[in-house]
């Protein structure tokens, strides 16, 4: 199965620093540079939207988003195109994209300090209502899948490391979002390279 829209969310751990209004001067310049995989076409701010999307750096593939959702600011990579042939593949896909867009802003001097995104939690939503409706049964669906590539992102091929995998709401109304804890040093380069090594094996 393959959902409409996959996203993937890496929350900031210093969002003190982060002022919505330098993202959509970063954004543009990341057009102008093409600094990241795909092809990148606008910005859309919305950061006088309460708890909104915030700015939105929007591409033909996927879209990047600096997201105050909840009150909890962080990086939405959301994929909106299918070529995967599965789950595991786009979710696997997603969850790339969004930490090369985190590695990306770690490095950006425009921030001071600079910014830390945390890699102990995710937040993955499918934005597929018709498919993917928020209801126990998806979770009983997708989660194994789901585990194997977050299996891969950890390294916990031997099974011995805790990974906390469970539905974010209950509420009906609500996209069907799955919470990630694991208890990890790791930082961000560490799981794009463990996300790598994983497919490899």
Not at 12 to 25: D, E, H, I, V, Y
Not at 49 to 69: M, R
């Amino acid at each position: 199965m393959i959902p409409f829209r996959t996203q993937v969310k890496f929350f900031l751990s210093n969002p003190q620093g982060a002022k919505l209004s330098t993202f959509s001067s970063l954004f543009q310049r990341w057009i102008q540079q093409q600094a990241l995989e795909g092809m990148l076409i606008d910005v859309a701010d919305y950061a006088h939207v309460f708890e909104g999307p915030g700015v939105v750096l929007i591409g033909h593939e996927a879209d990047y988003a600096i997201e105050n959702k909840g009150s909890r600011l962080g990086l939405l990579c959301t994929r909106k195109r299918q070529p995967d042939p599965d789950l595991p593949a786009q979710l696997r896909t997603t969850i790339r994209l969004a930490l090369m867009a985190c590695a990306l802003l770690e490095t950006e001097s425009s921030f001071r300090p600079r910014l830390k995104f945390r890699t102990d939690e995710i937040e993955i939503r499918f934005a597929d209502r018709l498919r993917l409706p928020n209801r126990p049964e998806t979770f009983d669906l997708v989660k194994d899948d789901v585990r194997g590539v977050l299996t891969e992102l950890y390294g916990l091929y031997d099974g011995t490391e805790a990974l906390d995998l469970a539905p974010a709401s209950v509420d009906p109304r609500h996209l069907f979002t799955l919470s990630v804890h694991h208890q990890t040093s790791a930082g961000v380069s560490d799981l794009l390279q463990q996300l790598k090594s994983g497919v490899q094996k």
